[in-house]
């Protein structure tokens, strides 16, 4: 079973993270994944930006949300290297308190996902923003080929959904601006092809 951060553990994380920032006119987060069709919190405004030095995996073990303990499922991550587009969405200064406590809470639950403050590149500026990137020498990180990835997103199912909805979610809220996912698109074509041979 994989240990989880305590509550104690979260907020000492979180208060260490946004103490490094002056926030007083708000707070942006970048959203690779669910957090870019599925935010879960209010803001400010949305843009699209580009985070270089990380692309987006699915390179973590889900116990819970895509997953079982008897048969994890895979989430995604942001792994060194590359690039990756995404969301910035800005939160307004009186809701960070209470936006990152579920951030937290959403984020944090055993400590691979890492916050971190990064430049992201938008059309017109660059914005300092948080973002959770995975720690690769965490138990639950995942470093599977796309061949490998495959059975465990086509078949695995959590408290959130399957695994293919989350793959196939990502994929179609990057295409709506415009955005190709080279290894998304490859995991999506290995996903197909075992569902093909298995008939479902």
Same mark, same amino acid.
């Given at each position: 079973?994989?240990?989880?951060?305590?509550?104690?553990?979260?907020?000492?994380?979180?208060?260490? &993270?946004?103490? $490094?920032?002056? !926030? =007083?006119? %708000? /707070?942006?987060?970048? *959203?690779?994944?669910?957090?870019?069709?599925?935010?879960?919190?209010?803001?400010?405004?949305?843009?699209?930006?580009?985070?270089?030095?990380?692309?987006?995996?699915?390179?973590?073990?889900?116990?819970?949300?895509?997953? &079982?303990?008897? $048969?994890?499922? !895979? =989430?995604? %991550? /942001?792994?060194?290297? *590359?690039?990756?587009?995404?969301?910035?969405?800005?939160?307004?200064?009186?809701?960070?308190?209470?936006?990152?406590?579920?951030?937290?809470?959403?984020?944090?639950?055993?400590?691979?996902?890492?916050?971190?403050?990064? &430049?992201?590149?938008?059309?017109?500026?660059?914005?300092?923003?948080?973002?959770?990137?995975?720690?690769?020498?965490?138990?639950?990180?995942?470093?599977?080929?796309?061949?490998?990835?495959?059975?465990?997103?086509?078949?695995?199912?959590?408290?959130?959904?399957?695994?293919?909805?989350?793959?196939?979610? &990502?994929?179609?809220?990057?295409?709506?601006?415009?955005?190709?996912?080279?290894?998304?698109?490859?995991?999506?074509?290995?996903?197909?092809?075992?569902?093909?041979?298995?008939?479902?």
């Amino acid at each position: 079973m994989i240990q989880m951060l305590s509550p104690e553990e979260r907020e000492k994380s979180r208060a260490d &993270t946004l103490v $490094k920032k002056d !926030l =007083s006119d %708000g /707070l942006w987060v970048f *959203g690779y994944g669910s957090l870019m069709w599925n935010p879960g919190f209010p803001y400010l405004e949305m843009q699209t930006g580009i985070l270089e030095g990380y692309h987006r995996d699915f390179c973590i073990w889900a116990e819970f949300s895509r997953g &079982t303990p008897e $048969k994890p499922g !895979l =989430s995604l %991550g /942001l792994k060194p290297g *590359g690039s990756s587009t995404g969301y910035l969405f800005k939160i307004s200064p009186e809701l960070i308190e209470k936006t990152t406590i579920e951030l937290w809470e959403r984020e944090q639950k055993t400590g691979i996902l890492m916050p971190v403050w990064a &430049t992201v590149k938008t059309q017109s500026s660059e914005i300092e923003a948080l973002v959770f990137v995975v720690d690769t020498s965490h138990e639950k990180f995942a470093d599977l080929t796309p061949e490998e990835a495959a059975p465990h997103i086509l078949e695995a199912k959590g408290s959130a959904g399957t695994c293919f909805d989350y793959l196939d979610s &990502t994929i179609k809220k990057l295409n709506d601006i415009g955005v190709t996912d080279d290894k998304l698109n490859l995991i999506m074509d290995q996903v197909l092809k075992l569902k093909a041979q298995k008939g479902s």
